[in-house]
């Protein structure tokens, strides 16, 4: 499980037919201090986040595949849960 952001979403005309009829946004990975960490990843958006909200992101693909129905797809990672407060004595405040 992973702390990102989303930074935008994903429309295609033409992609695997496990996307079909799915969100797929873009996320920046965060570190405890809020800051970007690393390469920005594609997740499937069931909770419908909103654009710079905080997310944790699971990148268990098997689960991702049951999500979608589909045992072959390529996804690999969905949002989990979207964080609404990272606690009192968060550096996010």
Do not use: E, M, Y
């Given at each position: 499980m992973n702390l990102a952001r989303i930074d935008g979403t994903i429309i295609a005309p033409a992609c695997h037919p496990s996307m079909r009829?799915?969100?797929?946004?873009i996320c920046q990975p965060l570190d405890e201090n809020g800051n970007d960490i690393g390469n920005p990843v594609l997740a499937i958006d069931t909770l419908g986040a909103g654009l710079h909200q905080r997310v944790l992101i699971s990148t268990d693909g098997s689960r991702t595949r049951e999500?979608?129905?589909?045992?072959?797809?390529?996804?690999?990672?969905?949002?989990?849960?979207?964080?609404?407060?990272?606690?009192?004595?968060?550096?996010?405040?």
């Open positions: 009829g799915t969100r797929t946004v999500i979608v129905r589909d045992k072959h797809s390529p996804l690999r990672n969905h949002i989990l849960g979207v964080v609404d407060d990272a606690g009192v004595n968060s550096k996010f405040q």
